[in-house]
């Protein structure tokens, strides 16, 4: 089914928590994936941590122009202080039932 231009969409929601390590393929793919949200004029959201390969999706992302909004619960919210500063804006949310 095609879709319309009202029911196009805008954003993506990128959810991985796969701690990539040494593997360059899911490096690049994320990388990869990144750089087709930007060549779609999408905006990306994220969650999953700042060290998987869900935030590396978006940085690739932020890096070209992408609006990058990062989802984390109020409970992990103390474990992520340690690492890297959020890319775009950051969302705390009670949990992840929170709409």
Do not use: W
Not at 21 to 33: E, Q, S, T
Not at 65 to 74: A, E, F, K, T, Y
Not at 90 to 99: A, F, H, P
């Amino acid at each position: 089914m095609a879709a319309t231009p009202n029911k196009q969409f805008k954003n993506i929601c990128v959810l991985s928590g796969f701690n990539y390590g040494k593997h360059k393929k899911f490096v690049a793919a994320a990388i990869d994936l990144g750089r087709s949200i930007i060549e779609r004029k999408l905006h990306s959201e994220y969650g999953g941590g700042n060290r998987r390969l869900s935030k590396l999706v978006s940085v690739a992302a932020f890096v070209r122009g992408s609006q990058v909004l990062d989802i984390i619960p109020r409970t992990l919210k103390p474990l992520d202080s340690f690492s890297d500063s959020p890319t775009g804006e950051e969302l705390v949310i009670s949990g992840i039932q929170e709409n």
